[in-house]
């Protein structure tokens, strides 16, 4: 998808230097694959304490 934004200039210089990566797009792809997976673990989280598990975790571990 092309779009064209205004991003800060210093909030993009310090996310590249941060990051590595070389160009605007780049470090705009992993910004935003950071943010959906902050999300999503969000999401995960609020599932916390809500879930019955039942199973022998010694018995897992060892099942090669």
Known sequence: MRTNIVIDDSLMNKAKSISG????????????????????QSEIRKLRGKLNWEGNLEEMRLDR
């Open 21 to 40: 990566y070389k160009t605007k797009k780049q470090t705009i792809e992993e910004a935003l694959k950071l943010l959906i997976a902050q999300k999503e």
